[in-house]
């Protein structure tokens, strides 16, 4: 079936340090890859997605590849800032008549560190 | 922006309560979806709805009923509480597109 695998958590960096949260997936779809991430009392909201194959989405000074061959979306980050602190999710869909849904994985934790 | 809501923030009941977990968006979105959240698991989909009326089943329905009353409100309904279903609950809506927009999140306590 479908399904998300990403780094497990928690990661704990410096401030200013670099950043790379795995993700892969597993489908016979062609998805739309997603980043979402949760702040400390707050729910999930939009990093940001890309819906097609080899492109680049970025927001924040995140960004993260479609890489259809190796079936990963990397999270990566140049510098972490103490406000970068939170869980982020990668995830995939919609497609056919799962339309709507949205696989997640597991989420993982970043703590930065001033 | 969308506008999703939940309540009660914070439950607390004990084994066997009856349990409704409300939420409500105000963006005229046919989706809506309830999910858990539990460490080590991540966003679990327990159900979820493309209008009013309509249910589907989501990833871990059992023990959860569900009811879409309107386009705006969907319920989570616990009748028989088990200590496991323990956990942080999010509404969340959606276009049909593939942006889901949460709401703030429900703790639920079963003792």
């Known amino acids: 079936g479908d399904s998300v695998t990403q780094t497990e958590g928690p990661v704990t960096l410096s401030e200013g340090t670099s950043l790379t949260v795995n993700c892969s997936y597993e489908?016979?779809?062609?998805?739309?890859l997603f980043w979402y991430v949760q702040y400390p009392g707050e729910g999930p909201q939009l990093l940001f997605k890309?819906?097609?194959?080899?492109e680049k989405g970025s927001n924040r000074g995140f960004e993260a590849t479609y890489n259809k061959e190796a079936t990963s979306f990397h999270l990566q980050k140049a510098s972490v800032q103490e406000s970068d602190s939170a869980v982020y999710y990668c995830?995939?869909?919609?497609?056919?008549?799962?339309?709507?849904?949205?696989?997640f994985g597991a989420g993982t934790q970043l703590i930065v560190i001033p | 922006e969308a506008a999703v809501t939940q309540s009660p923030r914070n439950k607390v009941t004990v084994t066997g309560g009856n349990v409704t977990l409300s939420c409500r968006q105000t963006?005229?979105?046919?989706?809506m979806y309830w999910y858990r959240q539990d460490t080590g698991h991540g966003l679990r989909l327990i159900h979820y709805?493309?209008?009013?009326?309509?249910?589907q089943i989501g990833d871990v329905p059992d023990g959860y009923k569900a009811t879409r009353t309107t386009q705006e409100d969907f319920f989570l309904l616990l009748e028989l509480a088990s200590p496991s279903q323990t956990s942080l609950y999010f509404c969340?809506?959606?276009?049909?597109?593939?942006?889901?927009?949460f709401g703030p999140g429900t703790r639920l306590l079963v003792l």
């Open positions: 995830a995939l869909g919609p497609w056919g008549s799962a339309l709507g849904r949205l696989h």
């Open positions: 969340a809506s959606s276009d049909g597109g593939d942006t889901q927009y």
């Open positions: 890309v819906p097609k194959a080899n």
């Open positions: 709805s493309y209008g009013a009326g309509n249910l």
């Open positions: 963006n005229s979105h046919n989706y």
């Open positions: 489908t016979k779809q062609y998805p739309t």
